[in-house]
Each structure stands twice: as C-alpha cells, then as structure tokens.
C-alpha cells in the first residue's frame, strides 16, 4: 500500500507526514510526500524536529507529484482549509482523504513560537498516522470505501 501525502510546497507538513509514516508503518506499507507547487527546499525545522523525535532526517526533498515512483493508493491532503489555502487535487485513482493542518513556515513570532508551531503540526500529523495504523489495515487494504471512512473520522476526531 502507498500513500501520497500532499500539499502545497512539500516543505514542511507533507514531509512530516512522510517521515512519521515510514517510521511507524509495518512492512508493505510505504509514504511519500510531494506538493503542487514545490518550494524546492524542506525545511529545516522540519529536519531538525524529525531527528529530535528519532525519525530518520535526512533523504527528503521538495518535490513534484510528477515524478512519483509508483501510483499512490492513498492520497492524504495536509494542506489547512480553514486558513484559506488551496489545497491541491490529486486526479489518480486513489482514495483520497483530507487532514489540514497549519502549515507551520508561515508561523511568526519568536523562536520558541515558531517551534511550538512546528511541534503542533507535527504532534496533530503523529496522532492521526498512529490512529490510522491500529486500524485493520489488512481489512481496509482492499476495501476502498471502508478505508476512506476510516481516513474520514481521524480527520474529524483529532484536533
């Protein structure tokens, strides 16, 4: 199973999403991360949250939905609605899903609120993958409307 997690600048959320993904997921299971308008660059807060948090840090990049190794199965949107971003539409065959989050590079203020904002982005994007992965995914693998109700609620239960 791949899952495509997406936004605008694949620089921060998306990348996130990716590394915690490939972190927690069990063998079969595999992410990427790509945006719709690459920044060209991961951010790195990003980078050095990852590797706070033992995830491996190293090996991203921002990149295009162009290039993708194989066709995603999932597709999960990070982009944030309420905060009046566009997020972008992925027209494959996927089961697609929407869990916005703030993007945490638009965040201001001191160092140590920029942080937090890193950090909420992450910890939101963590619950939500973690939820998702004690779900039965060997049942939900071949059920595409089961699983889009599963990535539904998540998004709908967590903060």
Not at 60 to 80: E, H, M, N, Q, R
Not at 129 to 150: N, S, V
């Amino acid at each position: 199973m791949n899952v495509l997690f997406l936004c605008t600048g694949n620089s921060c959320r998306s990348i996130l999403a990716e590394a915690v993904f490939n972190h927690l997921a069990p063998a079969g299971w595999q992410a990427w991360s790509a945006g719709s308008h690459p920044a060209g660059f991961v951010h790195p807060r990003a980078l050095a949250l990852l590797a706070r948090e033992g995830i491996r840090a190293g090996g991203y990049s921002s990149k295009s939905w162009a290039g993708l190794p194989a066709t995603p199965d999932v597709v999960i949107t990070v982009c944030a609605n309420a905060a009046g971003e566009a997020c972008p539409a992925y027209l494959g065959p996927a089961v697609r899903a929407h869990w916005g989050v703030d993007d945490p590079a638009r965040a201001t203020g001191t160092d140590a609120e920029i942080d937090a904002a890193f950090e909420r982005t992450y910890r939101v994007l963590r619950a939500r993958i973690e939820a998702f992965l004690a779900g039965p995914l060997g049942e939900l693998e071949g059920d595409h409307e089961r699983l889009k109700r599963a990535l539904d609620r998540i998004a709908s239960l967590l903060p």
